[in-house]
């Protein structure tokens, strides 16, 4: 069983920043392919970033290029979600989702932090 808890969401104005923090159990978290996701209030969710295991492999989706850097530290179980030059279209409930080895789907997933970014 994984459990994971997001934090650091809150209320910024445009052009502001943000770091989220996933705090994961589990023994075997250095496995796990990790990603943040969104979903805004009458959207679909997201994916908006993610990265393997290993931290090698990294992608975001394009409309959070050259902004959001994820990150892992597997000694501490935790993986971050640099949020800068925030817009307000970035506004969303923001998840943390964990994906096993050799999993297809994202099997574990956070309550979520709301990120609000006003003009």
């Known amino acids: 069983q994984v459990q994971l808890e997001e934090s650091g969401g809150g209320s910024v104005q445009t052009g502001g920043s943000l770091r989220l923090i996933c705090a994961a159990s589990?023994?075997?978290?250095?496995?796990?392919?990790m990603g943040w996701f969104r979903q805004a209030p009458g959207k679909e969710r997201e994916a908006v970033a993610a990265?393997?295991?290993?931290?090698?492999?990294?992608y975001y989706a394009d409309s959070v290029k050259g902004r959001f850097t994820i990150s892992r530290d597997s000694a501490k179980n935790t993986v971050y979600l640099q949020m800068n030059d925030l817009k307000p279209e970035d506004t969303a409930v923001y998840y943390c989702?964990?994906?096993?080895?050799?999993?297809?789907?994202?099997?574990?997933w956070g309550q979520g932090t709301q990120v609000t970014v006003s003009s």
């Open positions: 589990g023994p075997t978290f250095k496995t796990y392919a």
């Open positions: 989702a964990a994906k096993l080895r050799g999993g297809r789907e994202y099997a574990y």
């Open positions: 990265i393997s295991g290993s931290g090698t492999i990294l």
